[in-house]
T-cell receptor
Framework: RKEVEQDPGPFNVPEGATVAFNCTYS??????FFWYRQDCRKEPKLLMS???SGNEDGRFTAQLNRASQYISLLIRDSKLSDSATYLC????????????FGTGTRLLVSP | GAGVSQTPSNKVTEKGKYVELRCDPI?????LYWYRQSLGQGPEFLIY????????DSGLPNDRFFAVRPEGSVSTLKIQRTERGDSAMYLC????????????FGEGSRLTVL
């Protein structure tokens, strides 16, 4: 089983739609969680951290369910510029703290 | 200030050749990471340096891969006897150390082994 699993998509949605991505992780000792965004042929960049209580940044909402080892990202009112791959990232304590990336979920927002 | 710099941006080589990929992290960042990313996949961890020492090299696929960071700044990823399966984007990232979730990535070095 992969350490971090995501549906690779693609998710095709119209502008203005709400879309949700899910991610599961295998190591229950994982400490911190993040969503990164990667544009085509570009490097990944941090989108937002995921806190236990859930957190929101504008149109983006991240949630964590430790009991189910599940993380989600909700994007409201999708924009064309949201088209990208969204990577779920887990900070695992394996002797040192290693950031493990999921495969990524591709989002395509169309006019 | 300058971000993470990686050279070369593109490298095409023949099977069996030796390759070096260079990473210059953000000034002051003590932690440096190498990841490898194939098309349609997420970045795959290779090795992590804290200062000059490799704190974890468990992601290196085999002994053809080696990385150094002799002065705690610039790092070089070395691949011997390259194989076609080594073709990928090699990403370097840095941050101020463990417990930090944000990695600052370079633009990567795309390696193609013919």
């Amino acid at each position: 089983r992969k350490e971090v699993e995501q549906d690779p998509g693609p998710f095709n949605v119209p502008e203005g739609a709400t879309v949700a991505f899910n991610c599961t992780y295998s190591n229950s000792a994982s400490q911190s969680f993040f969503w990164y965004r990667q544009d085509c042929r570009k490097e990944p960049k941090l989108l937002m951290s995921v806190y236990s209580s859930g957190n929101e940044d504008g149109r983006f909402t991240a949630q964590l369910n430790r009991a189910s080892q599940y993380i989600s990202l909700l994007i409201r009112d999708s924009k064309l510029s949201d088209s990208a791959t969204y990577l779920c990232v887990v900070l695992m304590n394996t002797g040192f703290q290693k950031l493990v990336f999921g495969t990524g979920t591709r989002l395509l927002v169309s006019p | 200030g300058a971000g993470v710099s990686q050279t070369p941006s593109n490298k095409v080589t023949e099977k069996g050749k030796y390759v070096e990929l260079r990473c210059d992290p953000i000034s002051g960042h003590t932690a440096l990471y190498w990841y490898r990313q194939s098309l349609g996949q997420g970045p795959e961890f290779l090795i992590y340096f804290q200062g000059t020492g490799a704190a974890d090299d468990s992601g290196l696929p085999n002994d053809r891969f080696f990385a150094v960071r002799p002065e705690g700044s610039v790092s070089t990823l070395k691949i011997q006897r390259t194989e076609r399966g080594d073709s990928a984007m090699y990403l370097c990232a840095s941050n101020r150390g463990p417990d930090t979730g944000e990695l600052f990535f370079g633009e990567g070095s795309r390696l193609t082994v013919l």
